[in-house]
Each structure stands twice: as C-alpha cells, then as structure tokens.
C-alpha cells in the first residue's frame, strides 16, 4: 500500500503540471521558470538538509554501485558510438551522457521520498554526478569546442553550479557535525519543501510541452540509449548492489535511481555546445516517458 500511495502521489503531481500545461495555464517558458525556480533555490536548500543529515558510512557501497552502473553505461554508449558509428567526439560525450547520467536531482529526489522514503539513497549519485562526472564532462566539452582549458574552467563550472556547491556545504556538514543555526536552518527546510512540488509539476508541464520523439532520424541512437538507460543500467546497479550485501530499501533506492531516465540538463550543454542536440532532446523524452512504468515494475520486484 505505501508503494501505491507513493507513486500514486508522484503520478498525481505530474498530472496537475500536465494539466496546467494542456489548459494554457503553464507554457514553455512558465515551465522553465518552474523548473529554475526549484534547480536554483528549493533543490540546493534540500540538499544542504538532506546531505547534512546523512550517515557516510552506510553511503560507500551505494556509492560504488551507482558509480559502477554509470560508467559501465556511459563507456558501452562510447565504444559503440566511436567505434562503430564513427561519431564526433562531442557527439560521443553527449550521447554518453544521456545513456548515464540520470535525473536524481529532479524526479530522483520525488521517488526516494514518496516510494522508498529515504531522500538519502539518492545522494551518493547526485554526488558523483555533479562533483565529478559533470564538471569533466563540461571540461572535456570545452576542449573539443576550443573554447577554453585547464582547471580554471573546472573551477568555475563548479563554483556556478547551486546543486554543486550545496552538495559540498552538506557534505562539510555531515563529515563535521555541524549544525546551521536556527535562523538560516528554518528557512532552509522551509524552501527545502518546496523543491519536490517544483520539480514534479515542471516535470508534468514538460511532459505535455514536448515535442513527439522519432522526427529528427537519431533512432538508432536514442534506442540504444533507451536500453542502457533504462534496463542496463538498474541490472548493472542491482548486481553490484547484490554483491555489495546491499539489501531492503537501499538495494530499492540504488536501483530506482539507476533506472531514472536522462537528467534534462544534459539537453541544456547540447545546445550550449551546439552538438548532439537531437539526440539528447529526444532522449531525454523517451527515457522520461518510459521510466515511471520501468520504475514501478522495478519497486513491485524489489520493495
């Protein structure tokens, strides 16, 4: 019954933000509005809450799972994009990128709190991803494109990054033991509560903004994506999970978070970098409709 009411209220959410979306309510630029609002402000105050809160030694295995499951994504999308298909690098990285890097910020929190109850197994991937896997990536990014080099760049991407450096103050926190003040605690849980209804209405006004996946002749890409994406990845992370003795609601929150469809940002550096863009938008919409009935098969299996 709390896997049902779980997704039920998760399902519920999104419909609202589809709803406004389909009545004229939200459009295109409400919906990024939405959606910055919560990436800006909320979602940095509910990880500083959450991560501080968190017990780092439970957290090395889970870390070691997603860690594991991305790469061997992001590395089978690589060999078979590069060395088959002959694509660009840039191509490459961000075909990789939406093959691996998953939508825990967004829809991973949502799922964590609602169907397993625990924000915190979602944490360790949205430490790998922004503290390593993003910033390399942008780097790399800029060294195909010649727009810049070195560790200045990585500084600043970051420094820029509001999930990036709230991650950090809630990491500094949980290996210190140190506590925010009341002042600046209260208000921080008080936006920390905004963020999931933020994120999942944005999530449903996008649902209905999208445009139909299939016109831009990347099929072959985005389905190769789809599988690593949503049936590679969460078998890879339940295997190391497995042999890790991971089990009970964290063995659920590592696979869950695997099987969470292509984060949208990587959409946002395509079209930065001009490359890839195609692939990543349709990606992102395929694996984002396909994910929430993979997600339910995978807690009806494991909860």
Same mark, same amino acid.
């Given at each position: 019954?709390?896997?049902?009411?779980?997704?039920?209220?998760?399902? +519920?959410? *999104?419909?609202?933000?589809?709803?406004?979306?389909?009545? %004229? *309510?939200?459009?295109?630029?409400?919906?990024?509005?939405?959606?910055?609002?919560?990436?800006?402000?909320?979602?940095?105050?509910?990880?500083?809450?959450? *991560?501080?809160?968190?017990?780092?030694?439970?957290?090395?295995?889970?870390?070691?799972?997603?860690?594991? @499951?991305?790469?061997?994504?992001?590395?089978?999308?690589?060999?078979?994009?590069?060395?088959?298909?002959?694509?660009?690098? /840039?191509?490459?990285?961000?075909?990789?990128? @939406?093959?691996?890097?998953?939508?825990?910020?967004?829809? /991973?929190?949502?799922?964590?709190?609602?169907?397993?109850?625990?924000?915190?197994?979602?944490?360790?991937?949205?430490?790998?991803?922004?503290? $390593?896997?993003? &910033?390399?990536?942008?780097?790399?990014?800029?060294?195909?494109?010649?727009?810049?080099?070195?560790?200045?760049?990585?500084?600043?991407?970051?420094?820029?990054? &509001?999930?990036? $450096?709230?991650?950090?103050?809630?990491? *500094?926190?949980?290996?210190?033991?140190?506590?925010?003040?009341? $002042?600046?605690?209260?208000?921080?849980?008080?936006?920390?509560?905004?963020?999931? &209804?933020?994120?999942?209405?944005?999530? /449903?006004?996008?649902?209905?903004?999208?445009?139909?996946?299939?016109?831009? /002749?990347?099929?072959?890409? +985005?389905?190769?994506?789809?599988?690593?994406?949503?049936?590679?990845? &969460? +078998?890879?992370?339940?295997?190391?999970?497995?042999?890790?003795?991971?089990? %009970?609601?964290?063995?659920?929150?590592?696979?869950?978070?695997?099987?969470?469809?292509?984060?949208?940002?990587?959409?946002?550096?395509?079209?930065?970098?001009?490359? %890839?863009?195609?692939?990543?938008?349709?990606?992102?919409? #395929?694996?984002?409709?396909?994910?929430?009935? #993979?997600?339910?098969? #995978?807690?009806?299996? $494991?909860?």
């Amino acid at each position: 019954m709390d896997l049902l009411t779980g997704f039920t209220t998760i399902l +519920v959410v *999104i419909a609202c933000g589809s709803g406004l979306a389909h009545v %004229g *309510i939200l459009d295109q630029r409400s919906q990024r509005t939405l959606g910055e609002i919560a990436f800006f402000v909320a979602s940095p105050a509910l990880m500083v809450v959450t *991560i501080s809160g968190m017990h780092l030694e439970g957290a090395a295995r889970n870390l070691i799972a997603s860690a594991t @499951s991305l790469a061997v994504c992001f590395a089978t999308y690589a060999a078979i994009a590069r060395l088959r298909w002959r694509r660009r690098v /840039g191509e490459v990285l961000i075909g990789s990128l @939406s093959a691996s890097y998953v939508n825990a910020g967004n829809l /991973g929190i949502a799922i964590a709190a609602y169907v397993v109850g625990d924000i915190t197994v979602v944490v360790p991937t949205l430490l790998v991803q922004m503290l $390593l896997v993003q &910033p390399l990536a942008l780097v790399a990014l800029d060294h195909v494109d010649g727009r810049g080099r070195g560790g200045a760049h990585l500084a600043r991407r970051l420094v820029t990054n &509001p999930l990036t $450096l709230a991650a950090l103050l809630g990491l *500094i926190l949980a290996i210190t033991g140190w506590r925010l003040p009341t $002042l600046v605690d209260e208000p921080l849980q008080l936006l920390a509560g905004a963020a999931i &209804p933020l994120m999942l209405l944005s999530y /449903g006004a996008a649902l209905r903004l999208s445009p139909l996946p299939g016109r831009a /002749g990347r099929n072959r890409e +985005v389905t190769t994506i789809a599988v690593l994406k949503l049936a590679v990845m &969460p +078998v890879v992370a339940w295997l190391v999970a497995t042999a890790l003795g991971i089990e %009970g609601a964290v063995l659920l929150g590592v696979v869950l978070t695997a099987a969470l469809p292509t984060a949208q940002n990587i959409f946002l550096h395509a079209t930065r970098y001009r490359v %890839g863009e195609d692939v990543a938008r349709e990606s992102i919409l #395929v694996t984002t409709l396909l994910s929430l009935p #993979v997600a339910l098969l #995978v807690a009806v299996l $494991l909860a």
